[in-house]
């Protein structure tokens, strides 16, 4: 059954974590929209989900009516570049040398050159 007035269709069923979103919607009509329903204002009763719809046009002119804000720049972005510019870093190879420890393990270590010439054989 379709209904004409947005409080007669149980608007408030939707989940709150819903309206908690659409609260920080990049467009300012439906931020004002969804926040107005989660501090459970009452809507005017000339006033249609159509309104909403004129106002989030972007179909007729391409652009949003009204238009998205420039967010600003976040302040720690120019230190952050600051701090790359000041202290590059570069990971190589190390170039120390082996431990005695790692030295004696090769040492005692066999050479396995008659490994690579085994054969399996089944034992019947």
Not at 25 to 54: D, I, Q, R, W
Request: glycine share 4%; proline share 10%.
């Amino acid at each position: 059954a379709d209904v004409d007035d947005p409080d007669f269709c149980n608007p408030f069923a939707s989940a709150c974590w819903e309206l908690s979103f659409l609260g920080k919607h990049y467009h300012p009509v439906v931020a004002s929209f969804s926040t107005g329903t989660a501090n459970l204002e009452p809507s005017l009763p000339n006033e249609h989900p159509k309104a909403m719809l004129e106002r989030y046009d972007t179909v007729t002119s391409g652009e949003f009516v009204p238009r998205v804000s420039i967010p600003k720049a976040n302040p720690l972005h120019a230190k952050m570049l600051k701090q790359k510019k000041a202290k590059p870093v570069f990971v190589g190879q190390s170039y120390a040398a082996p431990s005695p420890f790692l030295e004696a393990c090769l040492a005692l270590d066999e050479p396995r050159d008659h490994d690579a010439n085994c054969f399996f054989v089944s034992v019947e």
